[in-house]
Structures are given as C-alpha cells and as structure tokens.
C-alpha cells in the first residue's frame, strides 16, 4: 500500500544548492539580465511561459558557439510540428565535445574484456578525429551524406561518430549483436555511404565473430562503397565488394588540423530506429543543435 505521507529520502544542504549550475545559472540571471527568481518553481514557470527569453539564456549561459548568430530564438510558424529553433544560426556539436578540452583530465577512459583500463588524452583523441574526417573527405563523404556503424561501445565508436559530424554527415549505428537482417532493414533506409564494422567482439568470456555478417551487410546494401575494418578479436579481414581500410591505419596517419563544418541548427547528426515491432523499423532524426 502507498502512504500518503512518504519518507523523504533525501534533500539537499544549503550548500549543494548553492554549488549547483542551478543556483548558478539564476544568480546569473539576476546579474546579466536583471530576472531574479527566488525559488524554483518561478524559475520553471518563467521557462515555460516565455520559451524565447528561456532559450536564448541557455545557449548564452552555456557559451554555445554559433558560427552564424541566430536571427531569432523560436519561429513559431503555425505551431508544432512546424516550429524552427534559433533560425538562420549554424554551429557544430563536435565543435563543443573539444571546446574545454585540457591536459589535466582525459578525453576517455575505456576498457573492455581484451583490454584493460586504458586512458585517452584529449590531444590524441583530437588527431584520431582530425585524421579519420581527412579519410572521409578523401572518400568523397559530403555534408548529409550518412555514415553508419556496426559497432561496439567502444573509442572507434566516439571517434567515427566525432570525424562524421565534424564534416557534416549524419551517423546511424547498431549493436553489433545484431543479426544481417536486422541492420539491412535499418541501414538500407538511410544508404550509407561509409559503414564502420566491428569484425567481432568478446562479451561474458567469449568471442563473437560476425566477419560474415559484416560482408552480408556490406554485399547487400548497394550504397556502401567504404569498409573501416575493426577487428578487436582476431578474424581477420572480410572480404566484400565495398573498398577495405584498417581503423588503426586511418587514425594513425598525419591529417590536417581538424576543423568544423557550420551546420544549420536542425542539421542531422544522427539517425535512430523504433524497435520494429509493428513493422519495419521507423527511422528517426535528431538534429546537431537539439542534441547539443
């Protein structure tokens, strides 16, 4: 049975709120836009009644980097689903993911079954990113062309994802314990150009070779003309139709500095799947500044 009255299990002290972004975020309010709220529930009620002046402080409070300034903050255009956000501004999520990038701390700590806890600086995550957009741009990978990934949740998957956006394609990945079916009748939809693939992995002590899968994939879909082979096991290479490159091989090389294609605010980044229980599986679009 519910009580009414249930325990409370926990509160936070005079100073968690006072060293909270919250309380940061109204104290600069206050200071930068003369808005002053005393308690939270004005705050909240102020974000929903005026979504323009809400809007407009965040991106301003958390420095967004626009490259074009929007001209307007929420262009209501008839209501939902029609609205357009910070119209006529361009940015780059990737741009954000280096913004505070320090020696101090890393980009990324990882370990796997294979490998044990390894960190990754933001210096050497930088150049992998940089080399793997030059690859891509020497593939002919083009603002909104779709990259896809076969892929563990590993640093291949933050630096493919990282190169794709940086240049303007638009990422679309699945687990790698998919079967060829199930990703065919995702990525088909969206005709990537590039796929990065895991030819295998290890989960609970044992390995999993999908090379098979991986040429299925690659033989099927007609679209793919890049193959970015990662093979964390041992299986060797597969053998498709589509051109065969190492992942290590591409992060490695020299490349010029990285830099960051100006996107439109709702510029694809990404592409998701419904589960595909009612039928195929419906694709669904995020955009770089939504996400951001």
Known sequence: MISDNPRLLWTPTDQDISQSHMHEYMEWLKENHQLSFSTYDELWAWSIEEL?????TIAEYFEVVF??????????????????????????????????????????????????????????????????????????????DRVAAFITNTPEATIGFLASISIGAVWSSCSPDFGADSIKERFEQIQPKVIFAVTGYSYGGKKYNKKEVVQNICDTITSIQQLVSIDPIGVGQPKTKAQLSNFDDIANADAPPLEFEALPFDHPIWVLYSSGTTGRPKAITHGHGGVL
């Open 67 to 144: 490259h074009d300034q929007p001209k307007t903050v929420l262009n209501r255009n008839g209501g939902m689903p029609h609205q357009e956000w910070f119209t006529g501004s361009s940015l780059n999520y990737a741009e954000h993911i280096f913004k505070k990038a320090n020696d101090d701390h890393p980009a990324i700590i990882y370990k796997t079954e294979l490998i044990p806890q390894t960190e990754m600086s933001w210096r050497e995550l930088r150049q992998k990113v940089a080399a793997m957009a030059d690859y891509l741009k020497s593939c002919g990978v083009q603002k909104g």
């Open 52 to 56: 323009e002046s809400f809007w407009g």
